[in-house]
Nanobody
């Protein structure tokens, strides 16, 4: 079991920045590929970014590429999402998730790859 707790959400003006953190407990995240998703009420959960075990590979949704950066610190058992140049359409609840290595890398853009999820943190971007 992996427990994930997100933090760092809040209210920010358009063009601003936030850094989300995802702290894991129960098992070390060095055994998992990690991802961030987001959900707007009434819409499907949307892939944002993912990172491989070692951090050597990162994947982004087209909508955030060039503005968001995913990173991980396995020694601290924590994953981060640096969000710059935020837009009102980035407003959502952001979720951290852990994907077992056995599920591979090819499905990291889809929620089916992930076995564990956090409770989410709200990000609101005002115009």
């Amino acid at each position: 079991q992996v427990q994930l707790v997100e933090s760092g959400g809040g209210l920010v003006q358009a063009g601003g920045s936030l850094r989300l953190s995802c702290a894991a407990s129960g098992r070390v995240i060095s055994s998992y590929n990690m991802g961030w998703f987001r959900r707007v009420p009434g819409k499907e959960r949307e892939f944002v970014a993912a990172i491989s075990l070692s951090g050597g590979s990162a994947y982004y949704a087209d909508s955030v590429k060039g503005r968001f950066t995913i990173s991980r610190d396995n020694a601290k058992n924590t994953v981060y999402l640096q969000m710059n140049s935020l837009k009102p359409e980035d407003t959502a609840v952001y979720y951290c998730a852990a994907a077992p290595v056995s599920r591979g890398l090819t499905n990291l853009r889809t929620s089916v790859a992930y076995a564990y999820w956090g409770q989410g943190t709200q990000v609101t971007v005002s115009s």
